[in-house]
């Protein structure tokens, strides 16, 4: 049965704010302070965010906290995204990430150029600087959770469909099965974080970007091999490994993660995989392959990051940084800013105040915000 809701008014139509007024995001690190009830029009605001990774719930939270009606729908809760798993120290301040969760704490990095020659760029660090390795599965359900904790409604669910509003004022009608049964839920605002093959993205035709397709292997090493990877991580570069990415071994707790990407050569991804492993041979001989990885990598931002009041965040969005891969960070950055910036939109003071918030334009000035971050 369809969730309805109410009657909204036409608030979504209007001048942009200026340049000058729009929504600026907190650098400062982010303390959880939940709003009590907000309503809006005589109920809350209710906003439906389409995948559950670190963008999703990021963006989860701060709806919620902001006293928004939040709906996050994941359909594999269970599941990760393949993930090198690597994340800048501040994140850990910035997002309150517990120390926990952290599976090795990164103080050498090793760059081995195809003649085997190696440079440690672990060296530039300072000396309480690390970086991160985690588990994708472990840092997505503690989002998620905290996320719940904050009042968002975890929907365990496939959405399958994005129905755009027949009017300016008219609700989006997100269409998805869970339990076997196919539902609907109208809401106000919608945000995609669906990754790479977005189907928010496509509903509100945002157009493609390129992508680098990275695989990789996790593998479990024998104790002493595994102690050569305490605090070590290596990225291998030359042509049997990528002719334009590179390869890794990132270590996880018990396991090391084996892996690389291409962005013009994607079919001979499993050919480069077996470069990585041969260049790496030595260290991790003895080992046994647990689980086989492989996801696309947005190379640049899509040509169209918001329409109406749809956004789009993380790789759904295009946020990663093309020279390494990594998006996690941005992924949890963008979701936030875009919550927050929904949260205020809605916070004017007179009727006025509220139409004017919810343009493309606050969106946009968000959108390129995270762009210049990266």
């Known amino acids: 049965m369809a969730i309805q809701t109410p009657p909204i008014h036409s608030i979504f139509a209007s001048t942009p704010l200026p340049l000058t007024t729009r929504f600026r995001p907190k650098t400062s690190t982010f303390v959880v302070a939940c709003k009590s009830n907000q309503s809006f029009s005589g109920r809350k605001l209710r906003a439906a965010v389409i995948g559950g ?72 660090l300072k000396p309480h600087e690390f970086i991160s390795m985690l588990r994708r599965e472990v840092l997505d359900s503690y989002l998620r959770s905290r996320a719940e904790s904050s009042g968002a409604t975890l929907l365990k669910a496939l959405v399958t469909n994005l129905e755009l509003p027949s009017s300016a004022g008219a609700p989006y009608t997100v269409q998805y099965t869970m339990g076997g049964s196919r539902r609907s839920l109208a809401v106000d605002v919608v945000v995609g974080a669906d990754g790479a093959n977005s189907r928010v993205a496509k509903s509100i035709r945002a157009g493609n970007y390129a992508c680098a397709i990275a695989f990789q292997e996790r593998i479990k090493l024998p104790h002493d091999k595994m102690e050569y990877y305490q605090n070590l991580a290596e990225m291998y570069v030359g042509s049997d490994v990528s002719p334009d ?130």
């Open 245 to 374: 990415f590179y390869g890794w071994v990132f270590p996880k707790c018990d396991h090391v993660a084996v892996g690389t990407g291409t962005v013009r050569s994607k079919q001979d991804i499993k050919l480069f995989q077996h470069g990585i492993r041969a260049r790496a041979r030595c260290k991790i001989s003895g080992g046994k392959v647990i689980k086989v990885e492989a996801h696309p990598i947005p190379e640049h931002p899509r040509p169209v990051r918001v329409r109406g009041r749809v956004a789009l965040v993380g790789d759904a969005a295009g946020y990663v940084t093309k020279c390494s891969g990594e998006g996690i960070y941005f992924a949890a950055k963008s979701g936030r800013m875009c919550g927050e910036a929904i949260v205020r939109a809605s916070e004017g003071g007179g009727e006025d105040d509220r139409r004017g918030g919810f343009e493309e334009g606050v969106f946009e000035g968000v959108g390129w915000q995270i762009h210049d971050h990266i």
């Open 53 to 124: 990774g670190p963008a999703g719930s990021s963006t989860a939270e701060a709806l919620a906290c902001g006293g928004v009606e939040t709906f996050l729908f994941e359909r594999s809760p269970d599941t990760a995204k393949p993930c090198g798993g690597a994340i800048p120290l501040c994140m850990l301040d910035e997002f309150s990430i517990p120390t926990e969760l952290i599976d090795r704490k990164v103080t050498q990095m090793k760059i081995i150029s195809p003649s085997n020659l190696t440079v440690d760029f672990g060296k530039t």
